[in-house]
């Protein structure tokens, strides 16, 4: 009889295959040492080592853009391995230790991880993770452990390990890999960014015991319920053959959409613009026939950076995303540093409360010289055509007093130098119950704004957004953040100013209608979710939307809300 695996879905999809089990690292022999004459040759030895993951990194960093995801994790590694401050550590270790190479790699790789997660900031402790698989693979390489040759495969295979680095992620022969299933990460991790991006079907963190699975055994990984069955029964693999042909049909349905008018039912048109971090992301938003980018994130162009960005890089980044765009609409969000967003070239200070410390624009206010590079380079490159510029973490009309008198000193520094600026339309994220509250003294300022519900459901909340089981029990979706949503809209209506949403209730295809109904000018979320969003849209009367907000705006219970949308979201489902 099967057995089923539960784990955390990072992308859809249905896969079939045969499980291959990459081992762990076998036990290491702690009190292990060795004599003062093979020190030499073990500190050579793990040179080799570094040098040999370095010379089968270089070549897959040369297949993707510096700028994309893959591209920013294989660098991250490859500075570890040539960080001198890394291998001096370990060379001391098998000096003053008389620790072998792979005990030295082991211990201060684990040093370094556990450094990061004492932090106790999120984006840290994944990075430790990443950090403890690299070392994890120097470990062996050091060992002579062979692990299969994954080029080799011939047949449909699913995945399993207990952990991956990004690098070998990046590295996996995608016409024989259908499937990832990793007994760790999460879904910060960088490997569930790269699954994502790949678009295969993945689980992490999900529950193997060990034994439970072996290489050769007939799998079904169901992204999309986030289970993995084991051996599955004739009857589980009929049922799961046809999820995955329904599947793939309402893939090849919403492929179809792709160059109809983004227009509901009764003809009113609705801009889906994408959140986007790099060109790759811009690439597939055209793909899709997107309206535009609703969110560059510019400080993910910081965050596996050994040094910040001068004026004239970030120019550079910023006119390609531009010009690749050919006119359609470019809004940047300055820096939004601090809380889950750490970049290794600063000297983040540690704080009690990240999320509600030194970030988004309170860093900017405290560093005004990244602030102010960036801006000259934004208004330069809306010399070359339109920019849109928001702001995130403004709560109130001091913090953007302060903002638009920056902006001002760089027109006229730039005038100064003798070089060319454009006009900028201004906006703010709205993330916070202060900002929505304090959205009127602000507006005679503004061109628009954006909504970001993660944050805005955060700290409405009082719930952390980066645990699972917090943000179940306080979903986006609720009673509270849909009068303020609301409250937001028809503030910036009453100024004539178009309202834009760039959380991940703007993915939402179960909220469309709903958001539609609340007035809702532009939805602004991740390429990979555009046209299901896209398909809701279509099928939507705006009438019928009003109805739907109006009362949905009365509820009181979460039980109440998700009845009062259910029957919309049943005609297409």
């Known amino acids: 009889m099967g057995r089923i695996a539960q784990g955390t879905g990072v992308s859809a999809g249905i896969a079939f295959g045969t499980a291959l089990v990459l081992p762990p690292p076998s036990d290491i022999d702690a009190n292990q040492r060795i004599k003062p004459a093979d020190v030499a040759n073990q500190q050579s030895a793990f040179n080799s080592a570094c040098q040999s993951l370095i010379s089968q990194l270089t070549p897959l960093l040369e297949q993707f853009e510096e700028s994309s995801p893959q591209g920013q994790l294989i660098e991250a590694e490859l500075m570890l391995l040539e960080d001198e401050e890394f291998t001096d550590a370990v060379h001391q270790a098998i000096s003053t230790l008389r620790l072998p190479a792979h005990l030295a790699v082991d211990r201060i790789v684990q040093q370094h991880a556990d450094e990061l997660e004492a932090l106790e900031d999120e984006y840290l402790a994944a990075r430790a993770k990443d950090i403890l698989s690299l070392g994890q693979r120097l470990v062996r390489q050091l060992r002579g452990e062979q692990l299969p040759d994954l080029n080799a495969l011939e047949r449909d295979t699913i995945l399993i390990a207990r952990d991956m680095t ?26 569930a960014i790269l699954a994502r991006a790949a ?27 986030q289970t993995l069955h084991i051996s599955p029964s004739a009857n589980t693999i009929s049922e799961l053959k046809k999820s995955l042909a329904q599947f793939q049909a309402r893939q090849d349905a919403l492929a179809e959409l792709i160059d109809r008018e983004c227009v509901t039912r009764d003809g009113t048109p609705v801009p889906l613009l994408a959140n986007v971090g790099c060109k790759a992301d811009i690439d597939q938003l055209l793909a899709l026939n997107g309206a535009g980018v609703g969110l560059l994130r510019t400080e993910l162009m910081l965050l596996n950076a050994e040094q910040l960005p001068d004026e004239e890089e970030q120019y550079k980044a910023y006119l390609d995303c531009l010009l690749q765009l050919d006119g359609k609409p470019f809004t940047v969000r300055t820096m939004d540093i601090g809380a889950d967003k750490v970049v290794a070239a600063l000297k983040l200070p540690k704080e009690p409360n990240p999320a509600l410390g030194l970030r988004g624009i309170r860093y900017s206010y405290t560093h005004p010289d990244l602030f102010r590079s960036q801006l000259r380079a934004l208004l330069r490159v809306a010399n070359h055509g339109p920019v849109r510029l928001m702001f995130p973490m403004i709560n109130q009309v001091e913090e953007l007093d302060w903002v638009l008198t920056e902006l001002e000193s760089c027109r006229q520094l730039l005038l100064q130098n003798e070089q060319g600026y454009g006009e900028i339309a201004l906006g703010i994220v709205v993330e916070t119950p202060a900002a929505a509250l304090n959205l009127e003294s ?18 409405t909340m009082a719930a952390d957004r980066m645990q699972p089981e917090i943000t179940r029990a306080f ?42 109904g609340l007035g809702l000018d532009e939805f602004s979320l991740s390429p990979s979710g555009l046209l299901e969003v896209k398909a809701k849209v279509l099928e939507t009367d705006m009438e019928a939307a009003g109805l739907i907000a109006e009362k949905a705006l009365k509820c009181r219970r979460l039980d109440e809300l998700k009845a009062c949308i259910a029957p919309v979201n049943s005609t297409s489902d």
């Open 475 to 516: 979903p986006t979706l609720s009673p509270p953040l849909l009068r303020l949503i609301k409250h937001c809209i028809d503030a910036a209506h009453q100024y004539g100013l178009p309202v834009s949403m760039c959380g991940e209730l703007a993915g939402n295809p179960q909220a469309t209608a709903l958001l539609l």
């Open 166 to 191: 990004p690098a070998e992620f990046a590295a996996l022969p995608m016409k024989s890999i259908k499937g990832l299933v990793l007994i760790e990460g999460g879904l910060t991790s960088h490997t």
């Open 199 to 225: 678009g295969i079907p993945a689980l992490l963190s999900c529950r193997i015991e060990p034994g439970e699975v072996s290489s050769g055994d007939s799998v079904i990984l169901n992204a999309n319920e």
């Open 442 to 459: 602000m507006l005679p300022e503004l061109d628009f704004i954006s909504i970001g519900t993660n944050d805005l459901t955060q700290y």
